[in-house]
């Protein structure tokens, strides 16, 4: 009788943890990438750099 319940809260505990997972590892991804875009590239820089000290 009890058993039905607790298998129902089990799993419902268990795919909210997944999507839990999932948002924060997603989110993580997107800080990431945005943080990438944002910051200045040192590549494309340095020869921009030389060509005005020459």
Known sequence: MVLWPL???L???VLTGLVIA???QSTS????EK???AAP???H???EA???VL
């Open 35 to 37: 943080r990438s875009a």
């Open 45 to 47: 820089a340095a020869p």
């Open 41 to 43: 590239r040192a590549r």
């Open 50 to 52: 030389v060509t005005a």
């Open 7 to 9: 298998v129902a809260l």
């Open 22 to 24: 999932m948002g924060t």
């Open 11 to 13: 799993g419902f505990l």
């Open 29 to 32: 991804r997107y800080e990431a």
